[in-house]
Nanobody, 129 residues
Framework: VQLQASGGGKAQPGESLRLSCSAA????????VGWFRQASGTERQWVSC????????YYQDSVKGRFTISRDNDKNTVYLQMNSLKPEDTAVYYC???????????????????????WGQGTQVTVSS
C-alpha cells in the first residue's frame, strides 16, 4: 500500500500548480481522499477532500473558489488544482485516503486516515514573489 503525492514546487502569487496523489497496492475508488497542508510552525489541517466522485467535494473557506479537487479512478489518482495561489498557501501538502463508509471527509474534525501507510509523503508548495 502506498500513496504518493507530487506536483509541488515554487510559484508566484496568482499562479497555479496541480498536485497529484497516486495510489499503489489498493483501489483508491473505495476511499475518500483528502488533501492536508502544514505550514512551518503550525498544525496540519485539511484543505479539501473528495468522496466517491467529483460531485461530493469539500473545501476549507480559505481555498474555496481557488482550489479544485477531482479524481480519476481509472488512473487511481486524485488531483488538487490550485489556482490564484497566495503566499499563505505555502506549506507541505499531504494526501490521505480513508475508507469511504467511515470517512469524516468534510467534517470540521476531519483528520484523514489513522494509518501511516494511507498517507502520502508530502510535497512542498512555496508561493513567493
Amino acid at each position: 500500500v502506498q500513496l504518493q503525492a507530487s506536483g509541488g514546487g515554487k510559484a508566484q502569487p496568482g499562479e497555479s500548480l496541480r498536485l497529484s496523489c497516486s495510489a499503489a497496492g489498493f483501489a483508491l475508488a473505495s476511499y475518500a481522499v483528502g488533501w492536508f497542508r502544514q505550514a512551518s510552525g503550525t498544525e496540519r489541517q485539511w484543505v479539501s477532500c473528495i468522496m466517491r466522485d467529483d460531485s461530493t467535494t469539500y473545501y476549507q473557506d480559505s481555498v474555496k473558489g481557488r482550489f479544485t479537487i477531482s479524481r480519476d479512478n481509472d488512473k487511481n489518482t486524485v488531483y488538487l488544482q490550485m489556482n490564484s495561489l497566495k503566499p499563505e498557501d505555502t506549506a507541505v501538502y499531504y494526501c490521505s485516503a480513508d475508507y469511504l463508509y467511515t470517512s469524516r471527509c468534510g467534517s470540521r474534525d476531519y483528520s484523514g486516515s489513522t494509518r501511516d501507510d494511507y498517507w502520502g509523503q508530502g510535497t512542498q508548495v512555496t508561493v513567493s514573489s
